[in-house]
């Protein structure tokens, strides 16, 4: 397409190219060749093992585990909250790989800490949960929260707990704090007490 501006309007010719008659670039084939090739290696490499069945979706309570443990030993955190963050996915038992990996997570996802009292943590997994009832209209939209080491009749209500989130729920991603708990953008800002550089995913299986 020619696209040409006089001051204010602009003007526009288009044209339709039949491509069957042009040969490929050979150069270009070629260096996508050997990038779908690097990427096909890299996919298939090993980065762990496992011998449980690992399921995102259904008895996902392995999958959650090790979501929780990741970022509670990332960040040193008193809790972790989060949910499940891929669509129905089954690996294991036996090796996994880099791209089971991205299966398993397939957001570029980072931990944020948080200050929370208990009682808006509480408040946080019962929005969550009232979400996920049949007739809500946002269902489709979010997973189910849990939190980690704890249960939700341990948490004391007024005190401060230090948080641990993904990046997506801890910026109040889907307004999923700021509904829950009433905490505004604004004082969540001031809520956050680090933003990790580390990528998630890269940390499930160390």
């Known amino acids: 397409a020619e696209i040409t501006f006089k001051g204010k309007k602009r003007n526009i010719k288009s044209s339709v190219i039949q ?4 040969a490929p670039d050979k150069r270009f084939i070629e260096n996508g060749k050997l990038h779908r090739e690097l990427a096909s290696q890299y996919s ?18 392995v999958y959650m585990e090790i979501l929780h443990k990741t970022l509670l030993k990332l960040t040193g955190s008193e809790l972790s909250v989060t949910a499940p963050v891929a669509r129905d996915f089954t690996v294991g038992p036996g090796e996994i790989t880099n791209g089971d990996i991205f299966n398993l997570y397939p957001f570029l996802n980072y931990p944020v800490v948080l200050k929370m009292s208990g009682k808006e943590i509480k408040n946080l ?3 969550s949960q009232k979400i996920q009832e ?11 929260l849990s939190m980690e080491p704890l249960s939700v009749n341990d948490l004391i209500k007024e005190r401060i707990y230090k948080v641990a989130m993904n990046s997506y729920h801890g910026m109040n991603g889907g307004n999923m704090i700021s509904d829950g708990t009433g905490i505004s953008e604004a004082e969540l800002e001031k809520r956050i007490i680090k933003v990790y550089d580390e990528n998630i995913r890269e940390h499930l299986f160390e």
Do not use: C, M, Q, W
């Not at 491509?19 to 042009?22: D, G, H, K, S, V």
């Not at 049949?134 to 189910?144: G, I, L, M, Q, V």
């Open 19 to 22: 491509l069957a008659n042009i």
């Open 44 to 61: 298939r490499e090993v980065r762990a093992v496992t011998d449980t069945v690992i399921k995102t979706a259904g008895d996902n309570s």
């Open 125 to 127: 997994l019962n929005y």
């Open 134 to 144: 049949e007739d809500h209209p946002r269902k489709r939209f979010y997973n189910n």
